[in-house]
């Protein structure tokens, strides 16, 4: 299974700030996604981010609130622009590994933002 | 639309019992299903991947199931422990989408000592 990192683990940041979330993959792979868990939900898709090309964003994300990078096949980075309260959230990233057995989809563990 | 379900949304048993958390979802035409744990405060934990063309999978003391048919997957837990204590999530990959998961809203579980 792919292995995954993501800096910083946790931060608390203040409204009107911007935070970059960094992912590191073990191995290189084609797609990465990043994802946001508000308290107490489940995981909502932010957008998908191919190397190589733009990031696809879900509906009700955009763009200019969360940049995305993807400088290589191996790190990601999403950042989260001009901060609210209502940004607090586990952002985390995921990728597909094809291994067999082993296969399917594996998640860093994310990022845990509080705004204040 | 393509959702996800997971009922119940809590669940308590004792030490040892067998049981089995529900998931359901509205679109047959997945590439695949996938079962994840979730601790507090942590992330996600991948258990079993079952392909669309598959029926069931098993790692240890879980068990996982697919019927396309019914839109339904079940996780199976034998014999459970307190450290089975977690929120377990079901998410689908819906063909047509880019590759990503749709989440369920979880079930989460307390094995009781």
């Known amino acids: 299974s792919a292995v995954i990192s993501q800096k910083p683990s946790r931060d608390i940041c203040q409204r009107g700030t911007s935070l970059t979330i960094q992912c590191q993959v073990d191995?290189?792979?084609?797609?990465m996604f990043w994802y946001r868990q508000q308290p107490g939900q489940s995981l909502t898709l932010i957008a998908t981010?191919?190397?190589?090309?733009?990031?696809?964003?879900e509906s009700g994300f955009v763009i200019d609130k969360f940049p995305i990078s993807r400088p290589n096949l191996t790190f990601s980075t999403l950042t989260v622009s001009n901060m609210s309260p209502e940004d607090s959230s586990i952002y985390l990233c995921?990728?597909?590994?094809?291994?067999?057995?082993?296969?399917?989809?594996?998640f860093g563990p994310g990022t845990r933002l509080t705004v204040t | 639309k393509q959702e996800v379900t997971q009922i119940p949304a809590a669940l308590s048993v004792p030490e040892g019992e067998n049981l089995v958390l529900n998931c359901s979802f509205t679109?047959?035409?997945?590439?695949?299903l996938q079962w994840f744990r979730q601790d507090p405060g942590k992330g996600l934990t991948s258990l079993l991947l079952?392909?669309?063309?598959?029926r069931e999978q098993t790692s240890g003391r879980l068990n996982a199931s697919l019927d396309k048919s019914s839109g339904r997957s079940t996780l199976y837990i034998a014999a459970s422990q307190p450290g089975d204590s977690a929120t377990y999530l079901c998410a689908a990959c819906f063909r047509g989408s880019a590759r990503q998961l749709t989440f369920g809203s979880g079930t989460q579980l307390t094995v009781l000592p």
């Open positions: 191995s290189q792979v084609t797609m």
């Open positions: 079952i392909q669309s063309s598959q």
């Open positions: 995921s990728v597909e590994s094809y291994r067999g057995q082993r296969s399917g989809q594996y």
């Open positions: 981010a191919n190397q190589g090309s733009e990031a696809t964003y």
């Open positions: 679109d047959s035409a997945i590439y695949n």
